[in-house]
């Protein structure tokens, strides 16, 4: 089992920047594909990015290509998603979950997903 920890999110003006950090304990981050999904307020939880177990392979919602780079750190235990050009509708909680068995065609279903963590709010203001 492991245990997913977001940190990273907060407050920023339409353009700037955030980086999220999902940290990973309990079992090494290089047995899971990791992904992130968002939920703005009373909108379904939507996904994001995915990356496979060493990274060679992402995939991206169309939101956010472009604009957010999701990558890991095997070694940290951590994976990233690096916003740039935020807009007020990338408003919302963002979680990062881990799975050691969805196949990459199911990565985009909230449902694929085993562990979750508990989400950080990333608020842009126009």
């Known amino acids: 089992q492991v245990q997913l920890v977001e940190s990273g999110g907060g407050l920023v003006q339409a353009g700037g920047s955030l980086r999220l950090s999902c940290a990973a304990s309990?079992?090494?981050?290089?047995?899971?594909?990791m992904v992130w999904f968002r939920q703005a307020p009373g909108k379904e939880r939507e996904f994001v990015a995915a990356?496979?177990?060493?990274?060679?392979?992402?995939d991206y919602a169309d939101s956010a290509k472009g604009r957010f780079t999701i990558s890991r750190d095997n070694a940290k235990n951590t994976v990233y998603l690096q916003m740039n050009s935020l807009k007020p509708e990338d408003t919302g909680v963002y979680y990062c979950?881990?799975?050691?068995?969805?196949?990459?065609?199911?990565?985009?279903?909230?449902?694929?997903?085993?562990?979750w963590g508990q989400g950080t709010q990333v608020t842009v203001s126009s």
């Open positions: 990356i496979s177990q060493y990274g060679s392979i992402t």
């Open positions: 309990g079992r090494t981050l290089s047995s899971y594909l």
């Open positions: 979950a881990a799975s050691g068995a969805v196949i990459w065609s199911d990565i985009r279903t909230t449902s694929r997903w085993n562990y």
